[in-house]
């Protein structure tokens, strides 16, 4: 197995651009959650998926968008990058609330 | 506001010697998780402690959670240079919610 992947691993993008951070996993876990990490901070809940068709908001969800038309994958959309949006993206996935979390290697996004 | 906070917020140690990191939540969960990060790189999952349980064992590492108190603590044993890492608390009701982190430094 793959396990979860991201892509892409590093991503500029000048003020007002638009784009959308992929994330697949071939493990068949129905919950599926983006985290965004920033210097000397913990990771805060963006948007999380508990199957497919389903998405709830998480703890800083403005700005950003997502879908989950199937099981393996869970893309992440700015609207429209701010410089606050420069952080480290990491996407998740588990099989239940009641199992661990496995995490991709992160997109490092830069937004001048 | 993030769920979980851990304490210290750093720590630094000498091989051998055993680290404690704590953490405080605010709600009731389901379970609460550990993990550790090297450099920025992905987390990874240590130990997992369901809220009906008060102590945990795996290896090196010792979990115990105190409901009343909403808190958990992680005791890492006779620690090593390759312990140095972020570790962080992660507690679960509907979703998953991560504290700060507690940045562990063991010097050889």
């Known amino acids: 197995n793959a396990g979860v992947t991201q892509t892409p691993k590093f991503q500029v993008l000048k003020t007002g651009q638009s784009m959308t951070l992929q994330c697949a996993q071939d493990m068949n876990h129905e919950y599926m959650s983006w985290y965004r990490q920033d210097p000397g901070m913990g990771l805060r809940l963006i948007h999380y998926?508990?199957?497919?068709?389903?998405?709830d908001q998480g703890e800083v969800p403005n700005g950003y968008n997502v879908s989950r038309s199937t099981t393996e994958d869970f893309p992440l959309r700015l609207l429209s990058a701010a410089p606050s949006q420069t952080s480290v993206y990491f996407c998740?996935?588990?099989?239940?609330?009641?199992?661990?979390?496995?995490f991709g290697p992160g997109t490092r996004l830069t937004v001048t | 506001s993030q769920q979980g906070e851990e304490d210290p917020q750093a720590l630094s140690i000498q091989e051998g010697e055993n680290a404690t990191m704590n953490c405080s939540y605010k709600t009731s969960i389901n379970n609460l998780q550990w993990y550790r990060q090297n450099s920025g790189r992905g987390l990874v999952h240590l130990i997992l402690?369901?809220?009906?349980?008060r102590e945990k064992h795996s290896g090196r590492l010792r979990v115990t959670l105190d409901t009343s108190k909403k808190s958990s603590s992680l005791l890492i044993t006779a620690s090593r240079a390759a312990d140095t890492a972020s570790y962080f608390c992660?507690?679960?009701?509907?979703?998953?919610?991560f504290g700060a982190g507690t940045r562990l430094t063991v010097k050889p």
């Open positions: 998740a996935s588990r099989s239940d609330l009641a199992y661990e979390q496995y």
């Open positions: 992660a507690t679960v009701t509907n979703d998953m919610r």
């Open positions: 998926s508990v199957g497919a068709g389903i998405t």
């Open positions: 402690i369901r809220s009906n349980e």
